[in-house]
């Protein structure tokens, strides 16, 4: 019987390895250089974690299960309320501040589209106990800095960032009440991808006073934030959020990646759990839906039963990264592609468990080593070692007999006669 | 609300990650200087693949979920199924012998106990399309090399390798029906871990007949390949596998490693598929549960919707394996420490904005570089620098009128003042 994949996951091949293989270990790579150290926690965990902080949207995606005693189950669709679990676990033993990233597998399921997948890989940097936009910078540079290693450019990408704490402090000032805040900012979330008519109906269903939604319109048009004060009058508390956010933008200039960036009050973030500073990585072209974005979230690990600690980060996915790298041809060039030392070739059957003999004692110290299965000719054997990219052919024949075998170095074709004994010691291999 | 983590799964701290990742780097390492390939398949499968061949134990263990269109699916709790799936799927194209492997998270609903969890990593080697021993000697050569590799010897471990084929058909000499095969094997398989009355009295729940379970009884005593014909009259069938036995053990003398190599009549497997040679990996001490297994499949591909084509394999859990490292004293010290390149120090907070732009330029160009947050007493960031093991430290303070920092060697303790072009060049570090 036949049976297929689960829609909406993916069939990694070993070329398609080697790209997932590439993306991570550069992930990996530039966290490692930015300071950061890597966790990671189960593939499932009690339901009720991912019920408590992670927004609706993410909790109706979950793929819950139940263990064999009951208790309900969900496969991860994020991994920031495992690192709130697992650093309040260890809160007092961790030097702070608390630098930590991961390449989690995450399962949502979503309708799949183009970058839209049930499984998914995500890069994922925090900085827990850090209350200082140096943090959130920080968290912005890196992404960049990963951007920039894979060749992309400014005009590439751009990071629109805005604030919550500021967002909400000049909705206050219009008149909506906190509690209001959670729903409206869903429907602010979703304004970019409607419009302006589904928009504004959709705010009415959130906001009844006209003079408010339009208050709230023009504050959505806003382009600079110089132009905020011109919209309304701030108050104290969104003067220090205006204040905070030219000084994330100060410093994303000294980082040296503020060419990258650009304030836009549109971004609010899907997440019920952010609450200072929030940011949207989108490739300029605007053609895809988000590669990744991320902010603060100051209360979580209390919310998870922690204290009360400062926290930023970000969130990459593999997907729509990819679907962009390819787009713009930087992706094949940049492949790593497998080269064997050595291909064992052997010129008659009798001569094969010579050669495997010598493959393995290869392997043994440390180098790739391949060798022809069934006894095939030479020819068709050399032209198997051509085809694996093999470094050099070695050949063992009748000059076994004198101890020797042949040394062909693939590039240039050059073919060496050599003393067995004097080839594995080139090798580093031991004589015994 | 403090929530957790789910009985039987790992939370993966910085110090985990740093084994987890040394133990599947070698294993990928080794795998590649094999000569495989790697793949991977999603977490999740339709129920159903794993209903087929994976044995009544693995069906039992399974965390199975329903999507939202209520399609039954299960976390994968091997990943054997998703390999034929893959093979299958693409058997036209893809040039044979097919050599992969893959590291895969697997989880099982299991009783944790030592060496035995929930989730876990298991190393997977394949070779499709091979019908000889020579692919079978190499998968376990393979594991060998990556024991040998991580300073494991044969006084460590032992492989115990038998033959399916052959038990079958020396059961068969016995008078045990092919169809009866499959619910022997779960006894027999059980062997080791039972005393001789339970055993015998499980045996007889499966065989009626006195006669044929003392034969049984005696042939499980055999200790050599050669007493085989002691025991038995043997027929022509159990000659030939018998011989191919044998030949595995010329050949995995011929590759080194004999010494690890045993023959067990009493190793049969518990997964279901297994049609030819078994083996399986132990701590010599035999305290520990199995470190990993394997063997020939020729069926499964087949079986799962595919052709008849050859397969042999094995798969390599971390947690046991993890555990007789840390036995044996041979985990800490091969574990990798990370070691930032620098470490930017400013005498003065008036200096920090120009120290993050020096860490920002040395990490864009690849080195690891950390900085202090709070601007400390000089001496107090000398000592982070130090305790995070920074290979340099890098001072700016009023030098930088000079246009001129500080690097300090942290292992000589040397300074040397310098121009920031100059050291910037030195790190190949273009001016602009």
């Given at each position: ?64 299960l139940k263990d064999r005693g009951g208790r309900d189950l969900a496969i991860r669709p994020e991994i920031t309320p495992t690192l709130a679990r697992m650093i309040n676990q260890q809160i007092n033993s961790l030097p702070k501040p608390i630098k930590w990233f991961s390449v989690p597998r995450?399962c949502r399921a979503e309708r799949p589209q183009k970058g839209r997948l049930r499984e998914f890989f995500q890069w994922n940097i925090d900085i827990i106990g850090i209350d200082d936009v140096l943090a959130d910078a920080e968290v912005i540079f890196t992404a960049c800095d990963y951007l ?171 997907s729509v990264l990819e679907i962009l790298l390819e787009e713009k041809g930087l992706l094949q060039k940049q492949l790593p592609s497998p080269q064997p030392d050595y291909f064992v070739a052997y010129v008659d059957k009798v001569y094969r468990k010579a050669a495997v003999k010598l493959a ?73």
């Amino acid at each position: 019987m036949k049976i297929p994949p689960v829609k909406g996951t993916r069939d990694f091949y070993p070329p398609d390895m080697v790209v997932r293989n590439w993306i991570i270990d550069g992930w990996k790579k530039v966290s490692v250089r930015n300071g950061f150290e890597e966790y990671d926690g189960p593939i499932f965990e009690y339901l009720k974690m991912f019920q408590i902080k992670s927004g609706d949207e993410i909790v109706e995606q979950l793929f819950s299960l139940k263990d064999r005693g009951g208790r309900d189950l969900a496969i991860r669709p994020e991994i920031t309320p495992t690192l709130a679990r697992m650093i309040n676990q260890q809160i007092n033993s961790l030097p702070k501040p608390i630098k930590w990233f991961s390449v989690p597998r995450l399962c949502r399921a979503e309708r799949p589209q183009k970058g839209r997948l049930r499984e998914f890989f995500q890069w994922n940097i925090d900085i827990i106990g850090i209350d200082d936009v140096l943090a959130d910078a920080e968290v912005i540079f890196t992404a960049c800095d990963y951007l920039q290693d894979v060749g992309l450019t400014s005009d590439d990408i751009v990071v629109r960032i805005s604030s919550r704490e500021m967002l909400a402090a000049l909705l206050e000032t219009i008149g909506i009440a906190e509690s209001e805040l959670e729903l409206l900012y869903a429907v602010l979330d979703k304004r970019s991808k409607l419009s302006d008519n589904v928009f504004e109906e959709m705010l009415a269903e959130q906001v009844a006073d006209e003079n408010k939604r339009n208050k709230i319109v023009e504050l959505m048009g806003v382009e600079s934030i110089g132009q905020l004060g011109d919209c309304l009058q701030l108050s104290d508390t969104a003067k220090k959020s205006v204040d905070e956010l030219q000084r994330l933008f100060e410093l994303l200039d000294t980082m040296g990646v503020a060419d990258f960036c650009v304030f836009d009050i549109g971004v609010v973030r899907g997440l019920a759990y952010y609450t200072g500073i929030v940011f949207e990585i989108y490739d300029r072209g605007g053609k895809l839906r988000a590669i990744g974005g991320g902010g603060r979230f100051d209360n979580l690990l209390k919310q998870f039963g922690g204290p009360d600690i400062a926290a930023t980060g970000f969130g990459i996915g593999d997907s729509v990264l990819e679907i962009l790298l390819e787009e713009k041809g930087l992706l094949q060039k940049q492949l790593p592609s497998p080269q064997p030392d050595y291909f064992v070739a052997y010129v008659d059957k009798v001569y094969r468990k010579a050669a495997v003999k010598l493959a393995m004692k290869l392997r043994a110290a440390g180098f790739a080593a391949n060798f022809s299965y069934k006894s095939a000719k030479l020819s068709k054997q050399l032209n198997k070692a051509s085809e694996q990219n093999a470094r050099s052919c070695l050949i063992i024949g009748s000059e076994i007999e004198n101890d020797q075998l042949i040394v062909k170095n693939m590039e240039s074709g050059e073919q060496e006669l050599i003393k067995f004994g004097k080839f594995l010691q080139q090798c580093g291999i031991e004589l015994k």
